[in-house]
């Protein structure tokens, strides 16, 4: 199972727990996976990798029509998208183990993920949020959880003890998510599963990165793309107006500003939009000049 499953497999287990359908999704994954054993044609359309995963889904989606739960559908329909062809009777027959093994209240509660390298604990992150953004599609609350994982990030960037213990591995990770909790608490319950499990995934290289990724996740899942704007001062609705229409019209897809104010950039903005990133602040033309004239002396 890749990462990207087993951090969506987390979402969904919690998901099902949470709201006592758990055992209904379990007993219908049960089934789908004795259905992939005992029925060759459905093996062959699902594992072929000539046949598109659209014609694949619809054929989930019809089989799957009088299941009790939507958890099954999502946690079907994500393998497909998301393993190998050859790999999807595996891989579901890992959910379920995976499923059984971690469907205690304590686990959802406070329990954290295997260690592994930052790569894994990144993956296993968006595969997290890839759930929680299909589990609540067409919702007004996404606006919302967007918004408050942003402003999160932005709270903990200007915080460095706050930072810091939320990313100190030494602390246990029950003691960091009573802190994330307190801090978050009056923020949606889908906003604290989302920014504890930064905690819980693994290794993360920086937690502020991690809840900004979340936020541009999030984004993404929506059609949308956030653009980021660090500006030593406020910008006028008129400027922010016509900065949003440009990178619209440059990214061909809409685009969503965030702007963060940041005196130390004494004048100018930053500019960041996915990887491309453009700084015409003063503090960066100072930086430069310091190096320069640090290596003529």
Not at 44 to 53: A, F, G, I, T
Not at 85 to 93: D, G
Not at 137 to 156: H, P, W, Y
């Amino acid at each position: 199972m890749k990462a990207l499953t087993w951090g969506y497999t987390t979402g969904l287990v919690i998901e099902a727990q949470s709201s006592g359908k758990l055992q209904d999704f379990l007993d219908e994954l049960n089934v789908f996976n004795r259905a992939l054993l005992n029925y060759q044609e459905l093996v062959s359309v699902l594992e072929d990798p000539m046949v598109k995963s659209e014609a694949k889904i619809l054929t989930v989606n019809d089989l799957l029509s009088g299941a009790s739960t939507r958890f099954i559908k999502l946690c079907v329909v994500f393998a497909i998208k998301t393993e190998r062809p050859s790999e999807l009777r595996e891989t579901l027959s890992e959910i379920y183990r995976k499923s059984m093994d971690h469907q205690s209240e304590s686990w959802v509660e406070s329990g954290s993920e295997p260690m592994s390298s930052r790569q894994v604990a990144r993956d296993r992150m968006l595969g997290f949020v890839k759930f929680y953004c299909d589990y609540a599609e067409g919702s007004a609350d996404l606006d919302l959880i967007e918004d408050q994982v942003f402003d999160f990030a932005r709270t903990a960037e200007k915080n460095s003890q706050l930072r810091w213990a939320l990313a100190d591995l030494v602390i246990p990770v029950r003691n960091r998510v009573a802190l994330l909790d307190e801090v978050l608490s009056g923020a949606n319950e889908v906003t604290k599963k989302l920014c504890r499990y930064v905690l819980l995934a693994g290794r993360m290289r920086d937690v502020v990165s991690a809840f900004d990724e979340i936020a541009y996740e999030i984004s993404k899942q929506r059609g949308r793309r956030i653009a980021e704007v660090r500006s030593a001062v406020s910008l006028s609705q008129e400027q922010t107006t016509k900065l949003k229409q440009y990178l619209t019209d440059l990214e061909q897809i809409p685009v969503e500003l965030r702007v963060v104010i940041d005196p130390e950039l004494i004048a100018g903005i930053i500019l960041t939009v996915g990887n491309k990133m453009l700084d015409t602040s003063f503090r960066s033309k100072i930086n430069e000049l310091s190096q320069e004239l640090s290596e003529a002396v």
